[in-house]
């Protein structure tokens, strides 16, 4: 379809009309099966300020990881190394091990030595296996340190700032979101960066509970809580281009 943004049309029993943007940046309309294509290019039209808006946080997020023989994990702002072996044994199944403990998946810590994931699969397999372990330990890991992050902002702020709940997911669009209702969600993948632009993300959705927009009043109010925030955004771009994204594969 033509228009500002290239898009697919994707018609079904379904009764409304969405769009959806895939992780690669594809804008797919999915509409009833009898809907007026004049009334679809219209909403497009109408949605196009939140397709760019979407399309431009898919930009600031890194690209899916290719796990080769070594490979490197970005954890708080630092490269840890990733070192895989591949081990013949009757049962198939993934370790993935720190220095010389052999831990369960998803139950990793870390240490000045790196990641060794150790593996009884076929290569083809290690992407989606290695990426599951380490998002698990990395959700592990998000669950535990962002409240505290967000508890000394609160501090910092006042309470007025405080979110009504906190929940914490993988996502493959955001950085992190804010509901009407005061709720904040933050990927886990901010784990991976470093603690100051933690900061800059959880700033930016607690200026969402004053602002749920990208207007002007909106950056005044992240200003007061970050007057850094612009410069951050920048690094923040920079940050996305060498990070290795946890999301599916």
Same mark, same amino acid.
């Given at each position: 379809m033509?228009?500002a943004q290239?898009w697919?049309l994707?018609?079904s ?5 969405a ?5 690669d ?6 509409a ?18 939140w397709?760019?808006e979407?399309?431009?946080?898919l930009g600031?997020?890194?690209?899916l990881?290719q796990?080769?023989?070594?490979r !490197?994990?970005?954890?708080?702002? #630092?490269?840890? =190394?990733v070192?895989? /072996?591949?081990?013949?044994t009757?049962? %198939? ?7 010389a403990t052999?831990?369960s998946?998803?139950s990793?810590s870390?240490?000045?030595h790196?990641f060794k994931i150790?593996t009884?699969?076929?290569?083809d397999?290690w992407?989606k296996l290695?990426?599951?372990s380490?998002?698990?330990? !990395?959700t592990?890991?998000?669950? #535990?340190?962002? =409240?505290?992050r967000? /508890?000394a902002?609160?501090?910092k702020? %006042?309470?007025q700032?405080?979110?009504?709940a906190l929940?914490f ?7 992190g979101?804010?509901?009407?209702d005061?709720r904040?969600?933050?990927?886990t993948?901010?784990m991976q960066?470093?603690e100051?632009?933690i900061?800059?993300v959880?700033?930016?959705e607690m200026?969402?509970l ?9 950056y ?6 970050n007057p850094?925030w ?5 690094e ?10 946890s999301?599916d594969?």
């Amino acid at each position: 379809m033509s228009g500002a943004q290239a898009w697919q049309l994707k018609r079904s029993s379904r009764r409304t009309v969405a769009i959806h943007i895939r992780r690669d940046g594809h804008v797919e309309v999915r509409a009833p099966l009898r809907y007026p294509l004049n009334a679809i290019e219209a909403f497009v039209r109408s949605r196009q300020a939140w397709i760019d808006e979407q399309l431009q946080r898919l930009g600031d997020l890194p690209a899916l990881p290719q796990w080769g023989e070594d490979r !490197q994990w970005w954890h708080q702002g #630092q490269e840890w =190394p990733v070192h895989i /072996e591949h081990v013949a044994t009757q049962r %198939g199944r993934v370790q993935v091990c720190f220095s010389a403990t052999s831990l369960s998946l998803g139950s990793i810590s870390t240490t000045d030595h790196g990641f060794k994931i150790t593996t009884t699969t076929e290569p083809d397999t290690w992407p989606k296996l290695i990426t599951k372990s380490l998002q698990n330990w !990395q959700t592990a890991q998000a669950k #535990q340190s962002l =409240p505290i992050r967000v /508890e000394a902002l609160v501090a910092k702020h %006042g309470e007025q700032w405080r979110p009504t709940a906190l929940r914490f997911r993988c996502l493959r669009s955001r950085w992190g979101s804010c509901s009407a209702d005061g709720r904040i969600m933050l990927n886990t993948q901010l784990m991976q960066l470093p603690e100051h632009l933690i900061d800059y993300v959880i700033c930016h959705e607690m200026a969402h509970l004053r602002e749920m927009n990208h207007s002007a009043a909106f950056y005044a109010v992240q200003a007061r809580l970050n007057p850094e925030w612009q410069v951050q955004r920048v690094e923040m771009k920079q940050w996305a281009t060498r990070l290795v994204t946890s999301g599916d594969v």
